[in-house]
């Protein structure tokens, strides 16, 4: 069966640090894979996806398939990055069905 | 453009009741899922709806239902309602076409049962 994990609940940084958000995933065929964010008392939104290959925000992500993980990164973390980050996966014949991870909060310190 | 409505915002029930929330999509999107986020499960698939059918659906109890409608509009059932459908109920809407699958999320409803 497809699933995500997200190792970490919490992450902590100051302001500055670079950041790395861990996704890994299980699932034999090609997923399509994306980073959700939510932000405090706003809805979910998307923030990228792999097939895009684009840096939003200054965070990127690339998907290593030997690994089979997704980890998120930013060089250099901003207070209003502070967030709830959710990893998600897309399997071929799964439609539209996202598997979430369980989600990973970033808390950015000045 | 507007984005996924959802309504009820927030609803208080009975364990034994039912209720029905709703969700509007955004113009020209055709598929429409659900997802229930709790604090100890996180988001979990529920349904999928595509020009009226229902074409995935998650691992949940039959008391948990769905529909969509001509105009695209869904809603969501759950019948006989217990303590644990107790929360935030997510819609997403998209194209639901080949190479355009980007989730647009509603603000959700919280389902408080009691």
């Known amino acids: 069966a497809q699933r995500v994990t997200q190792p970490e609940k919490l992450l902590s940084v100051f302001k500055g640090a670079p950041v790395e958000l861990k996704c890994n995933y299980s699932?034999?065929?090609?997923?399509?894979l994306f980073w959700y964010v939510q932000y405090s008392r706003q809805r979910l939104q998307l923030l990228l996806r792999?097939?895009s290959r684009e840096s939003i925000k200054g965070f990127t992500a690339d998907l290593n398939k030997g690994e089979t993980s997704f980890h998120l990164k930013k060089p250099f973390a901003q207070e209003e990055d502070s967030a709830m980050y959710y990893c998600?996966?897309?399997?071929?014949?799964?439609?539209?069905?996202?598997?979430f991870g369980a989600g990973t909060r970033l808390a950015v310190h000045p | 453009k507007a984005g996924v409505t959802q309504t009820p915002r927030y609803l208080i029930k009975t364990r034994g009741q039912q209720v029905t929330l709703s969700c509007s999509p955004i113009?020209?999107?055709?598929?429409v899922s659900w997802y229930q986020q709790t604090p100890g499960q996180g988001l979990q698939f529920l349904f999928e709806y595509f020009s009226e059918t229902q074409r995935n659906k998650g691992n949940f109890p039959g008391r948990f239902s769905g529909r969509q409608f001509s105009n695209s509009r869904s809603e969501m059932n759950v019948s006989t309602l217990e303590l644990g459908d107790s929360a935030l109920y997510l819609c997403a809407s998209s194209l639901g076409v080949a190479g355009n699958t980007e989730a647009f999320f509603g603000q959700g409803t919280r389902l408080t049962v009691v």
């Open positions: 998600a996966l897309r399997f071929s014949g799964g439609y539209n069905k996202l598997i």
């Open positions: 113009s020209g999107h055709r598929s």
């Open positions: 792999h097939i």
């Open positions: 699932y034999s065929g090609s997923p399509e």
